[in-house]
């Protein structure tokens, strides 16, 4: 089968940057545990950038990858062509815990336990013609300290399919069957599952806090602010302040043509291009005018700039929560007495996403409208074939692109 790769880093060499497109054997069910996908669609992230670039922090969590070379890709969609025994079992029992909102499968699985389920001949088929897929690539290990008191996300021996273990920008992946969540056909449509992975980093930054009612501020207008700015709208945010920062090729024009144009549509109230000295100092005058001199109850960092810090030092109210997503190079200055301390601030670091609690708020919102508005609005700019994995990228890098899919034949 088709598979995207690159080759494993090896300590004291170049690593160069690119991927390579390779003909790699079809995965199969090995341990009883296996679900195997053919895939639908693979979605391109920042981390995929940044593997393809040779970034250091990536090449340093690659070194310990469990392959070689590694198939790239950790935000996927597909339907489930086959699995182990005890992998059948579990999913028998989730999809007989979904059938209790759906008719059509309810009618379809009437008087099956999960015991007779998974040794059906059928079930196979029908996962294959009712249902979408997609799985929670950050592998767990189930024992550690953290594992064990339900906080997975923050496991300390966690792999990531798709960076340290192969991933799903091929035809076929494997992926461990307590990672797998089901969806019915329709019930979302699988270009949205496709980049759920991502969409549940920006739904577990925004909802880290409490959202109804309350002022937030998103910074930084790319895709994962565009997405924590839907995210918050849906959640009932009161008033969503967004900041970026035009430069070079993304200039101010099309900032505010395209991005921020977006951002409104998704409910965005106000939108600043702190680039610009008068936009930055409209940004502090906006928040303290439209929350009563008090701040905004919430930040969320997606930029991973730390310019973007000291506007959040200025703008979360005393007592509110920054949250941070974006992925800042080098070390940072901070007056810890005078922007967290005396102001009271809770900064929350945020990794992946809560297993499983975020996957169903995630889910919850897609299906209360943000899925629809996705679609409707041309979030998703590219889809291309596997192998024109290159466009993609140049796509990405001339800023032309939002979600970007990347589909096997
Ligand atoms: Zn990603
Ligand atoms: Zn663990």
């Not at 056909?185 to 806090?209: C, K, W, Y």
Request: net charge positive.
């Amino acid at each position: 089968m088709k598979a995207i790769v690159k080759p494993k880093p090896v300590n004291g060499q170049a690593w160069p940057a690119g991927f390579q497109i390779m003909d790699k054997p079809e995965p199969r069910v090995e341990a009883p545990n296996d679900v195997i996908m053919k895939v639908f669609a693979g979605a391109v992230c920042g981390t995929d950038v940044g593997i393809y670039n040779g970034k250091e922090s990536l090449r340093t969590m690659m070194l310990k990858a469990l392959t070689d070379p590694i198939t790239i890709g950790h935000e996927f969609s597909g339907i489930i062509v086959d699995a182990g025994k005890s992998a059948r079992a579990h999913l028998a029992r989730l999809a007989i815990e979904k059938s209790k909102t759906n008719k059509e499968i309810k009618k379809l699985l009437r008087g099956k336990s999960p015991r007779s389920l998974a040794s059906d001949k059928k079930f196979l088929p029908l996962l294959e013609t009712k249902f979408f897929s997609t799985a929670e690539m950050h592998v767990t290990c189930g024992t550690c300290h953290q594992c064990r008191i339900g906080e997975k996300h923050v496991c300390r021996n966690t792999i990531i399919k798709g960076v340290q273990d192969d991933g799903a920008w091929s035809t076929y992946v494997k992926v461990p069957a307590e990672n797998v969540r089901l969806f019915f056909q329709r019930e979302i449509p699988p270009e949205i599952i496709s980049f759920m992975d991502a969409l549940g980093n920006a739904t577990h930054t925004v909802l880290s806090a409490p959202v109804k009612g309350r002022t937030v501020a998103v910074l930084g207008c790319g895709v994962q602010g565009l997405m924590a700015i839907a995210v918050a709208k849906h959640a009932g945010a009161k008033k969503i302040f967004v900041s970026d920062a035009s430069h070079g090729e993304d200039t101010h024009e099309k900032l505010v043509s395209r991005r921020f144009a977006l951002a409104k549509t998704y409910g965005a109230d106000f939108c600043f291009d702190v680039a610009l000295e008068d936009e930055r100092l409209a940004f502090f005058e906006t928040v303290k005018r439209e929350t009563d001199n008090t701040g905004v109850d919430a930040a969320y960092e997606m930029s991973g700039s730390y310019k973007a810090y000291n506007d959040a030092a200025r703008i979360v109210r005393m007592g509110g929560i920054f949250s941070l997503l974006g992925i800042p190079s080098g070390t940072l200055q901070v007056d810890f007495a005078k922007n967290i301390i005396f102001s009271g601030i809770t900064v929350h670091g945020i990794i992946g996403r809560r297993v499983f609690q975020t996957w169903d708020q995630m889910e919850e919102l897609l299906k209360a409208g943000m899925a629809k508005q996705f679609m409707k609005t041309g979030f998703i700019t590219h889809q291309l074939p596997l192998e024109k994995y290159e466009d993609a990228f140049a796509a990405i890098r001339r800023g032309d692109a939002y979600k970007v899919l990347l589909k096997p034949s």
